[in-house]
T-cell receptor, first 115, second 113 residues
């Protein structure tokens, strides 16, 4: 089946640090990638949608200057949390999809802890 | 306003019996529905999907039923196995929206041996 790899799986860092999370589709070309955030015991909340080669579309309430998304190739998207603060601590998950008629396949998520 | 709702946060079923997970939605524009399974500290794994032009889709032990008039879908797992214990999310999307998914809050299924 389709495989999406997300790294790192866990990050612990000091407040003010910028953190980059990578999302790769290993066996298919992902024209669209999505970034989600999940708080404990809650559902996945979509943060942004990115199409290869174009700017990401952010959901309402998500700061684009805070969460920088790059989707430079058909197999890689990155999310950079800039100047992270404790309130940014969360579980971040990416997904990738080949075409709109195909299901999204998810990475294993990144647990981000800001001290 | 939650457009996709899973009203049961948890469900326990005996091994070998049927598990039925329910999901309701409010947006009549949704035309594609999916079920995902999630283990702790992992991303969701796609299980099965259904288009609004169908009312049933089956894949092995998993069957999804869609009742458009009631805006309700359900996932049946039969027979249930202990390895099925996980959180199950239903998700919905509509055409013209980049097929973004709207997720329910999930149901924790526990299959007892």
């Amino acid at each position: 089946g389709a495989v999406v790899s997300q790294h790192p799986s866990r990050v612990i860092c000091k407040s003010g640090t910028s953190v980059k999370i990578e999302c790769r589709s290993l066996d298919f070309q992902a024209t669209t990638m999505f970034w989600y955030r999940q708080f404990p015991k809650q559902s996945l909340m979509l943060m942004a949608t990115s199409n290869e080669g174009s700017k990401a579309t952010y959901e309402q309430g998500v700061e684009k200057d805070k969460f920088l998304i790059n989707h430079a190739s058909l197999t890689l998207s990155t999310l950079t949390v800039t100047s992270a603060h404790p309130e940014d601590s969360s579980f971040y998950i990416c997904s990738a999809r080949g075409s709109p008629n195909q299901p999204q396949h998810f990475g294993d998520g990144t647990r981000l802890s800001i001290l | 306003d939650q457009q996709v709702k899973q009203n049961s946060p948890s469900l326990s079923v005996q091994e070998g019996r049927i598990s039925i997970l329910n999901c309701d939605y409010t947006n009549s524009m949704f035309d594609y529905f999916l079920w995902y399974k999630k283990y702790p500290a992992e991303g969701p794994t796609f299980l099965i999907s259904i288009s609004s032009i169908k009312d049933k889709n089956e894949d092995g032990r998993f069957t999804v039923f869609l009742n458009k008039s009631a805006k309700h879908l359900s996932l049946h797992i039969v027979p249930s196995q202990p390895g099925d214990s996980a959180v199950y999310f239903c998700a919905a999307s509509r055409s013209g929206s980049a097929r973004q998914l709207t997720f329910g809050s999930g149901t924790q299924l526990t299959v007892l041996p």
